[in-house]
C-alpha cells in the first residue's frame, strides 16, 4: 500500500492550497480516506475525513468552513482543498487511509505527508 501526498507549499495568509492523495496497492473506493496534520511541537489531529460509498463527510471545528475533502475513485484520489489559509494551519499533512470491509476492516495506512507553510 502507497499513500503519496502533493501540494504543500509556502502561501500567504488568506491565501488557498489544494493537496492531493494518491493510493495504490488497496481498494480505495473501500475505504474511508482522511486528513491529518501534525503542527511543529505539537500531536498529530484529524481535520477531515469522507467514508467510503456515500462519501459523508466531517470536519475538524479549526476548519469548517475553509477546508474541503473530496475524492475521485476513478483515480484512487483523495483531496484536499484550503482556503482562507491561516498561519495556524502551518503543519505536515498527512493522508490516511481505513479499510471499512473485509477482514483488514479498520487496518490503516499513513502516507509521508507534505508541509504546508503559511506566512507572509
Known amino acids: 500500500v502507497q499513500l503519496v501526498e502533493s501540494g504543500g507549499e509556502l502561501v500567504q495568509p488568506g491565501g488557498s492550497l489544494r493537496l492531493s492523495c494518491a493510493a495504490s496497492?488497496?481498494?480505495?473506493?473501500?475505504?474511508?480516506m482522511s486528513w491529518y496534520r501534525q503542527a511543529p511541537g505539537k500531536g498529530r489531529e484529524a481535520v477531515a475525513i469522507i467514508t467510503s460509498g456515500a462519501g459523508r463527510t466531517n470536519y475538524a471545528d479549526s476548519v469548517k468552513g475553509r477546508f474541503t475533502i473530496s475524492r475521485d475513485d476513478t483515480k484512487n484520489t483523495v483531496y484536499l482543498q484550503m482556503n482562507s489559509l491561516k498561519p495556524e494551519d502551518t503543519a505536515v499533512y498527512y493522508c490516511?487511509?481505513?479499510?471499512?470491509?473485509?477482514?483488514?476492516?479498520?487496518?490503516?495506512?499513513w502516507g509521508k505527508g507534505t508541509p504546508v507553510t503559511v506566512s507572509s
Open positions: 496497492g488497496l481498494t480505495f473506493s473501500s475505504c474511508h
Open positions: 490516511n487511509a481505513e479499510r471499512s470491509v473485509g477482514l483488514l476492516r479498520g487496518t490503516k495506512y
